[in-house]
């Protein structure tokens, strides 16, 4: 736990540890046969009154468990929310002085033919890449809206992982064989393609980016009962702590500093990815035997008839 919530929740620990003392050890200290002098003989409205403020005591603990909570979560945020921005700064700042330092070169020195084509596909590739800022944080926005409407029709799933694993091949220039699709040769989800496409090269992202050379990632779709088809991607890269599998759905949550240091990422893709599996009545998990024995994602979603392709945005 961080410095910053573990005083205040040490604090709050120790006053509810007070009052429960001063609420419960007093009262029996008071009516105790064993001490007569505190106390003689208590009237009906003293117990009244005793147990008026034993109740009162109660609800201060309550109020006080509540609050420390309520602190606790609230400090959660904001520590997430400082992360998010400090991601966010990096991956504007880099890419646009790199843009900067491309166009001052291009603008006060002759460059040769050559090298001027370099900087220009660098240059490209930081516009791409602030895009994709972009629209990770606009992803992230939409997904939350509760008037957020989804156009559920039958969607080709191997058509659909393909035309996604091809996209993030050529966004990283991996070789072919770097993603291995399992496929069925027909398989229709219900779901939303724009939103499944989202989905999927989320996934593929994170496994490319948080998985060393050479890069192997494995997609593989398969039915799940008679109404139900389940897509694993699988990689072997650094993998997750038992105790994080579940975090890494957060929104802004990111796996430890050294992570954060080594890989870009806002800690955006998942929580998105999670938002938008559940609204289209499927379920998301991740599995991992730990740190550096690689990560498996498993996404669930709901049959359904063959219908017409519908292209993914």
Known sequence: ????IGWPLAIGVVLLLLVVVLGVGWPIAVVHPGAPRLTPRLSHGDWALLLLGIVCLLLISAGLVWLCAWLVREMRTNQS???FLDAVTHEMKTPLASLRLGLD?????DVAPERRREFLASMDQDIERLRRTVDQVLAAARAEEPGLRLMRRS??????????????REHHRLPEDSIDLELPREAWVRGDASALGVVFRNLLENAVQYSEQPIHVRVRAQRSGDDRFE?????RGIGIPAGELRKIFRRFYRIGRDVQRTAAGLGLGLFIVRTLVRRQGGRVVARSEGRGAGSRFVVTLRAAPPG??????
């Open 155 to 168: 969607v080709p799933l191997p058509a659909l992982l393909r035309r996604c694993a091809g996209e993030i």
């Open 231 to 235: 897509v694993e991607i699988e990689d």
């Open 81 to 83: 929310q400082r992360a």
């Open 308 to 313: 017409r392709a519908v292209p993914a945005a």
């Open 1 to 4: 736990m961080r410095r910053g």
């Open 105 to 109: 070169t291009l603008a006060l020195r």
